[in-house]
């Protein structure tokens, strides 16, 4: 929950990416097995989805954290924020 209430004093305009693959290196390039569990990540959005403000954006990727694409979409998510912000 301190992600949320961090998140929610934001002032100016907010997302959250949300990569559903994984946020660890390892869990990609050491063990996979080992390294993956997604039941807390899945615990970490369910609760961000409940204690974000409604005007906090989430955007779930089916994508990990390290992923190229992953990248792409959050450049993307940034954009759209400062062209909100702008006059």
Known sequence: MTM????NKAKG???VIFPLKGFSFAN????????DDPEPDYLLLETL????????????CD???????FAYRTADVC?????EKRP
């Open 63 to 69: 994508l990990h954290m390290n992923d190229e694409e």
């Open 13 to 15: 305009p907010t997302a």
């Open 28 to 35: 990609i390039h050491v063990d996979k097995e080992e390294f």
């Open 4 to 7: 949320a209430e961090k998140l």
């Open 79 to 83: 954009s759209t924020l400062y062209a």
């Open 49 to 60: 989805k409940r204690h974000l403000r409604p005007n906090i954006k989430i955007t779930e």
